[in-house]
C-alpha cells in the first residue's frame, strides 16, 4: 500500500464502525409486540453508552495498573497515572449525568417494555463488574447475587478473567505496595510515628484545657465536648498501635497496613512539600473515583426505586434494596477517607529536620543557581 492509499482509503463511518454501532439497536417490543415501544430505544442507547464508557475507564485503570507493576514506580509516571485517573472520575461524573437522562422514562411508560427484558439485567453487566475488580472490590466484600456469588452469571471464560483479576493485583493493591515503599518515615534520628504521637498528646492536652478553661461552658457542656474530642485510646489508636490496627485488619474494618497507612498519613500531613504535591494527588484520586461510584450507586438506586417502587429487579434481585445497599458496603478506598481522622492542624505538626525538607523541596546552591 502506497502513501497515498494509506491515508484516502479510511472513512469516517468505517473509522468508527458506525454501521455496527447505529445496527446495534433491537427493540425487543416491536420483535415480539409488533409495535415498538418509544422509549425503549432510549433505555437501549443509554446502556449500550454505559458500556462504551466502562471500556474506556477499564483501558485507563489497566494502563495505570502497568505504570505501578514495578518495585519502583518512576516518579514521572505518577503525573500520568493523575491524568489518566482524572479522566476516570470526569468520565464517572458522566456516568451519573445519563441517570437524568433515562429518568426522563416514566415508570408507566417504562412498563411498555419492561416485561421483554426477562431475565436480562445490569447484574450481568461483565466490564462493570470488571470496573469493579480492577479498583479492587474484593470477592468476600460483596453482597451475594440471589445468595450466589457476584461472577456465577458469567461464562467460564468471563468467571476466570475476572477471578484473574483479583488474583494478579488490583489497583488497590499496587497503591499499598507504592505507599510501603514511601521513604521519610524513618530518616536518620528522625521517626515519624513518635514525632506524630507526641504532636497528638499535645494537641489533645491543649484542647482539653482550652475547654475546662472555658468560662462559657457549664459542667456537662464541658463533659459532652471532651467526649467529643476523645482521646488517644479512641479514634487515633489504630495509628498510635500497630497492634491494635493489625486488629482492625483482622476483623475486615481495615484494609490498608499499618506502614501504608502511615505513608498516606505522612502525605497528607506534609503535602505542601514539592515532592508530595503528585503522591497527595495521586491519593486524592483514589477518594475522588471511590465518591463517584458511591454516587453512581445511590442515584442508580433511586432511579430504580423511582420506576420500580419495590417490585423485584428483572434479574430476580430485591431491586431497590440491593442497590441501595451496595453503595453503603461496597467503598474500596475507604481507608483514606479515615485519613481525615487522623490529620491534626498544620500549627500541630512536627518540624521536619533540615535534611528531610531540602530533599523534599527544590533547594540549589548559590553556586548551582549561578549556572541555571
Known amino acids: 500500500m502506497n502513501s497515498k492509499e494509506k491515508y484516502t482509503t479510511i472513512h469516517y463511518r468505517n473509522y468508527l464502525g458506525l454501521d455496527k454501532i447505529l445496527d446495534a439497536q433491537h427493540l425487543r417490543s416491536e420483535e415480539v409486540d409488533g409495535e415498538a415501544a418509544h422509549e425503549e430505544m432510549l433505555f437501549i442507547i443509554v446502556h449500550q453508552v454505559y458500556e462504551l464508557w466502562f471500556k474506556q475507564i477499564i483501558h485507563e485503570l489497566q494502563s495505570v495498573l502497568v505504570m505501578f507493576d514495578q518495585d519502583r514506580v518512576d516518579e514521572k509516571s505518577i503525573g500520568t497515572c493523575i491524568s489518566r485517573l482524572n479522566r476516570v472520575i470526569e468520565i464517572q461524573k458522566?456516568?451519573?449525568?445519563?441517570?437524568?437522562?433515562?429518568?426522563?422514562?416514566?415508570?408507566?411508560?417504562?412498563?411498555?417494555?419492561?416485561?421483554?427484558?426477562?431475565?436480562?439485567?445490569?447484574?450481568?453487566?461483565?466490564?462493570?463488574?470488571?470496573?469493579?475488580?480492577?479498583?479492587?472490590?474484593?470477592?468476600?466484600?460483596?453482597?451475594?447475587?440471589?445468595?450466589?456469588?457476584?461472577?456465577?452469571?458469567?461464562?467460564?471464560?468471563?468467571?476466570e478473567k475476572l477471578q484473574e483479576v483479583e488474583s494478579k493485583g488490583t489497583l488497590f493493591d499496587a497503591m499499598v505496595s507504592w505507599l510501603e515503599r514511601t521513604p521519610f518515615l524513618n530518616v536518620g534520628d528522625f521517626d515519624f510515628l513518635e514525632q506524630y504521637k507526641k504532636a497528638v498528646s499535645n494537641m489533645i492536652t491543649k484542647e482539653q484545657n482550652a475547654i475546662k478553661g472555658s468560662p462559657y461552658l457549664d459542667d456537662h457542656e464541658v463533659e459532652m465536648r471532651l467526649k467529643m474530642l476523645g482521646t488517644q485510646d479512641t479514634y487515633f489508636q489504630s495509628v498510635l498501635d500497630e497492634e491494635k490496627h493489625n486488629e482492625l485488619i483482622a476483623n475486615g474494618t481495615l484494609r490498608m497496613s499499618y506502614k501504608a497507612t502511615m505513608a498516606a498519613l505522612l502525605i497528607n500531613l506534609y503535602r505542601d512539600e514539592p515532592l508530595l504535591h503528585l503522591p497527595y494527588k495521586l491519593l486524592t484520586c483514589f477518594i475522588e473515583m471511590d465518591d463517584a461510584l458511591t454516587t453512581w450507586r445511590y442515584r442508580h438506586a433511586q432511579m430504580v426505586q423511582r420506576m420500580l417502587g419495590n417490585k423485584v429487579g428483572t434479574g430476580g434481585s430485591s431491586g431497590f434494596a440491593y442497590l441501595n445497599e451496595t453503595a453503603i458496603k461496597h467503598p474500596i478506598f475507604k481507608d483514606l477517607h479515615n485519613i481525615s481522622t487522623l490529620l491534626i492542624p498544620r500549627s500541630e505538626l512536627p518540624e521536619l529536620p533540615k535534611e528531610i525538607k531540602e530533599q523534599l523541596g527544590f533547594f540549589y546552591s548559590s553556586k548551582e543557581n549561578q549556572s541555571l
Not at 426522563?104 to 439485567?121: G, K, M, Q
Not at 447475587?145 to 471464560?157: I, L, T
Request: hydrophobic letters at 45%; aromatic letters at 16%.
Open 94 to 159: 458522566l456516568l451519573v449525568a445519563q441517570i437524568v437522562v433515562i429518568e426522563t422514562i416514566t415508570p408507566l411508560d417504562f412498563l411498555d417494555f419492561r416485561n421483554h427484558l426477562f431475565p436480562a439485567s445490569g447484574f450481568q453487566s461483565f466490564q462493570f463488574r470488571m470496573f469493579e475488580n480492577t479498583l479492587g472490590l474484593p470477592a468476600d466484600a460483596r453482597l451475594t447475587y440471589n445468595g450466589c456469588p457476584y461472577f456465577s452469571v458469567f461464562s467460564e471464560e468471563n468467571q
